[in-house]
């Protein structure tokens, strides 16, 4: 079958990082066929530049992609508030739409672009790539109770998730904005809530805390957060969990350490401590970018293994290392290259309706915040 004819919008780091490379290197699923470039001319264009060795058309609107009856495929990598508009828009054109996280700024807009996607027959697949980061991955083969490490940790009690960084100062752009859709919750946040709602599904409640940490960009700027989820037993993941499972989510802005801690885990039986972050975007960032097909794309260095902590059957407590899983960001464009040749969004690892939950998420760690309460989903 040929590959479907892709368009991408926008030239930032969302395209020319997390989109471009892999589009690039599954030649048998996508055809890199048009960059939209809004600042592009005829004599200048970083498009044509980085990727006109490929044959790629550069067009500077949108309606010269959605009149183009050869592109089939859109990748929405714009700001966060243009999602809503520019897919509607695609998906009313009679394209699929692969979209950057989060989905949209609302879970009603998220509702809408499923209702149109479903009626048009068209695939909509959310970039939620960090469920094939090389923690997460390790972590769900922790809590795997057919694999080897699960029967350690036995009944999962708590479970801490953080995305922390070191910036004293923005970076400017539009996610250091108060336009709607910016900050750190739809940012990072949209990724760890993800990867919760991917092990447990829906909690019960959720209590949240969105503040401005650095005191910059106006008072709504919401540069840090933590929320709390509650599942009272029986996650999705654990049928056998017996014991209520309290996970916290939160990214800082003004964390000085390193590595930073990425993950918590606490068992009847065992505990997992994890520090780092997943390499695969640091490497996609080098000059020039490591070649997705590189044998040491996505292996993380042994010095950022995480720690088991055991509980032996004479009680004591012993360490051991665990090897970290390779990330895989490939696999999600393997698999949504996969459901669009066979025009069948079941396939699709990421559902519509699970982002669309990620957004309900995060308007309900919003309400909690403002309203100082704990909210029942």
Do not use: C
Not at 139 to 163: A, M, N, P, W
Not at 179 to 187: K, N
Not at 275 to 296: F, H, I, R, S
């Amino acid at each position: 079958m040929a590959p479907a004819n892709t368009a991408v919008l926008g030239m930032g780091m969302s395209a020319t990082v997390f989109h471009i490379p892999f589009i690039l290197a599954l030649p048998q699923y996508f055809k890199l066929h048009t960059i939209l470039e809004r600042s592009a001319t005829s004599e200048k264009s970083a498009a044509r530049d980085r990727y006109g060795h490929t044959g790629v058309k550069v067009v500077t609107t949108l309606d010269e992609v959605l009149a183009n009856p050869e592109v089939q495929v859109i990748v929405i990598s714009t700001p966060n508030y243009t999602h809503y508009d520019f897919a509607k828009a695609s998906l009313l054109a009679g394209k699929h739409v692969i979209i950057e996280k989060p989905l949209v700024p609302t879970s009603k807009e998220a509702n809408e672009l499923i209702d149109i996607a479903s009626k048009g027959k068209l695939i909509i697949a959310t970039y939620q790539n960090r469920r094939w980061d090389s923690d997460f991955l390790t972590l769900r083969r922790l809590l795997d109770v057919e694999k080897v490490f699960g029967e350690f940790l036995s009944d999962i009690t708590e479970i801490q998730t953080s995305y922390d960084r070191f910036r004293p100062a923005p970076k400017g752009g539009w996610k250091d904005d108060d336009a709607w859709g910016g900050g750190v919750v739809f940012d990072l946040g949209s990724h760890l809530i993800d990867q919760i709602l991917t092990l447990f599904g829906a909690p019960a409640q959720v209590y949240g805390r969105v503040w401005n940490s650095r005191q910059i960009n106006g008072p709504k700027f919401a540069d840090a957060f933590v929320a709390h989820f509650y599942y009272p037993t029986s996650p999705s993941l654990r049928p056998s969990n017996s014991l209520p499972i309290t996970v916290t989510i939160s990214s800082a802005t003004l964390s000085l350490r390193q590595p930073q801690l990425r993950f918590l885990v606490r068992g009847t039986k065992a505990s997992w401590v994890k520090y780092g972050l997943d390499v695969q975007e640091d490497q996609l960032k080098l000059t020039p970018p490591m070649d997705v097909n590189d044998a040491a794309f996505a292996v993380e260095p042994t010095s950022l293994e995480g720690t088991l902590t055991v509980l032996s059957d004479h009680g004591d407590m012993e360490e051991k290392k665990v090897p970290t899983e390779k990330g895989d960001y490939m696999s999600w464009f393997v698999n949504v290259g996969e459901a669009i040749q066979a025009n069948d969004p079941t396939k699709l690892i990421v559902q519509p309706v699970q982002a669309a939950l990620t957004i309900k998420m995060i308007e309900l760690i919003h309400q909690s915040s403002e309203e100082g309460r704990v909210v029942t989903v």
